[in-house]
């Protein structure tokens, strides 16, 4: 396994492969949420992933383990609208496909990211998200050496960490 990250914006056909990602994703996290929607012509809204390409306080990555797309993962950098403006990154949505998941490609994903960012993090759980949730505490807990924080707010778990 070898796990790589490349931006999304670097080419034409890596765009694409986001925009034909983000469905996939929209589609499984309407298990726990009513904001993703799907209309008569199957698109589902809102489309997160033109702004993602075009927001200059997003990065947006495409996870490749060896040749293949897994999954992708979208950063926001402060002062990006949708964070705190106390963090200086924010992990704004993370995905695997589903038939990669369970071989530890999240993990060292997402710890590339981070080692990639350094500085003051923060990720959203949805709470009904359990799966999420477990990954998260898996990654993070043994990453932060146990300097996480973790708080619920309505509609939301909290995670919040330091990497500088
Ligand atoms: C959550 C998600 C990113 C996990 O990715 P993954 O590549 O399967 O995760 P990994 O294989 O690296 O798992 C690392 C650890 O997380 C935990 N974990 C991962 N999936 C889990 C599950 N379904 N149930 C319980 N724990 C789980 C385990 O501790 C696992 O270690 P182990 O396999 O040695 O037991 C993936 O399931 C996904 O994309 N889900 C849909 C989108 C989503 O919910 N994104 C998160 C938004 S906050």
Same mark, same amino acid.
């Given at each position: 396994m070898a796990v790589s990250l490349i931006d999304a914006r670097t080419a034409?056909?890596?765009?694409? !492969? =986001?925009?034909? !990602?983000?469905? =996939?994703?929209?589609? @499984? =996290?309407?298990h726990f949420t009513p904001f993703f929607t799907i209309d008569e012509r199957g698109h589902w809204n809102p489309e997160l992933s033109r702004d993602w390409l075009v927001n200059p306080l997003v990065t947006p990555l495409l996870i490749y383990n060896d040749d293949a797309p897994v999954g992708f993962a979208i950063i926001g950098r402060k002062p990006f609208q949708y964070m705190?403006?106390?963090?200086?990154f924010k992990l704004c949505e993370f995905f695997i496909l589903a038939s990669?998941?369970?071989?530890?490609?999240?993990? +060292? +994903? +997402?710890? @590339? &990211?981070?080692?990639?960012?350094?500085?003051?993090? @923060? =990720?959203? &759980? !949805?709470? !009904?998200?359990?799966?999420?949730?477990?990954?998260?505490r898996s990654v993070l807990v043994p990453y932060t050496k146990g300097n996480l924080e973790e708080f619920q707010v309505p509609g939301d778990i909290v995670m919040r960490f330091s990497n500088r």
């Amino acid at each position: 396994m070898a796990v790589s990250l490349i931006d999304a914006r670097t080419a034409r056909w890596h765009r694409v !492969l =986001l925009c034909r !990602l983000f469905p =996939l994703y929209a589609h @499984e =996290l309407s298990h726990f949420t009513p904001f993703f929607t799907i209309d008569e012509r199957g698109h589902w809204n809102p489309e997160l992933s033109r702004d993602w390409l075009v927001n200059p306080l997003v990065t947006p990555l495409l996870i490749y383990n060896d040749d293949a797309p897994v999954g992708f993962a979208i950063i926001g950098r402060k002062p990006f609208q949708y964070m705190s403006q106390d963090r200086d990154f924010k992990l704004c949505e993370f995905f695997i496909l589903a038939s990669e998941r369970r071989k530890s490609i999240g993990r +060292a +994903a +997402a710890c @590339e &990211i981070f080692d990639r960012f350094r500085g003051t993090w @923060e =990720l959203t &759980i !949805l709470p !009904l998200n359990e799966r999420a949730h477990a990954f998260w505490r898996s990654v993070l807990v043994p990453y932060t050496k146990g300097n996480l924080e973790e708080f619920q707010v309505p509609g939301d778990i909290v995670m919040r960490f330091s990497n500088r």
